[in-house]
């Protein structure tokens, strides 16, 4: 399968300040790429949806001021925290979609960020 | 929308037998896909196998197989043969015919024991 890189991996911040989080699609150009949340022991929420060239559409719910997305090329989409505070501390993981022709695409996950606020 | 509900918290299995972890889905769209992922603790989303709602044949791959039974809205993961390294949590997805999002269920937690 094709391949979805996010970095970093884990990251520890001072409560206050920002946070970035890369999403690369390496092997293939993802017009879309996606933005979830996951609790410990919960499922993964959607936070938004990156369309590459537009602004980003959040779910209800998300900030998207606290929670900025850039998507400024076909592989590599970005999430911004900013202001960070401890509730923000959570596990962070994209995905990048690929179309595969004929009407079918696919979505890929990067490995996750486990964002710690302190 | 999609709806995907997995009603086990937690499964249990001896190794080398094999497993069954349920998914139900909700949905109006015409053409759908069912996907089902497996996170261990690493926290890596690892695709297992996917159903599009016309494929004719449940869908299979290696240990991994897909009981779609789409009168019954349902499309169960079965592991045969588990090893220990399946011991991992395993969300069900579904995804509609908008922008390719996937819904996910709550997950189940499969533990392999020797």
């Known amino acids: 399968g094709a391949v979805v890189s996010q970095h970093p991996s884990r990251v520890i911040c001072k409560s206050g300040t920002s946070v970035k989080i890369e999403c690369r699609s390496l092997?293939?150009?993802?017009?879309?790429m996606f933005w979830y949340r996951q609790f410990p022991k919960k499922s993964l929420m959607l936070m938004a949806t990156s369309n590459e060239g537009s602004k980003a559409t959040y779910e209800q719910g998300v900030e998207k001021d606290k929670f900025l997305i850039n998507h400024a090329s076909l592989t590599l989409s970005t999430l911004t925290v900013t202001s960070a505070h401890p509730e923000d501390s959570s596990f962070y993981i994209c995905?990048?979609?690929?179309?595969?022709?004929?009407?079918?695409?696919?979505?890929?996950f990067g490995q996750g960020t486990r964002l710690t606020v302190v | 929308a999609q709806k995907i509900t997995q009603t086990q918290p937690g499964m249990f299995v001896q190794e080398k037998e094999a497993v069954t972890l349920d998914c139900t889905y909700d949905?109006?769209?015409?053409?759908?896909?069912l996907f089902w992922y497996k996170q261990p603790s690493s926290g890596e989303m690892i695709f297992l196998i996917y159903q599009g709602s016309y494929d004719q044949q449940n869908a299979t791959e290696g240990r991994y197989s897909l009981n779609f039974q789409k009168a019954r809205k349902s499309a169960n993961l079965v592991i045969s043969a588990s090893q220990l390294g399946d011991s991992a949590m395993y969300f069900c997805?579904?995804?509609?015919?908008?922008?390719?999002?996937?819904?996910f269920g709550r997950g189940t937690q499969l533990t392999v024991w020797p």
């Open positions: 995905s990048a979609r690929e179309n595969l022709g004929q009407g079918r695409t696919e979505a890929f």
């Open positions: 092997d293939f150009q993802a017009t879309t």
């Open positions: 949905t109006s769209d015409p053409s759908y896909g």
């Open positions: 997805a579904g995804r509609g015919s908008t922008l390719g999002r996937l819904y």
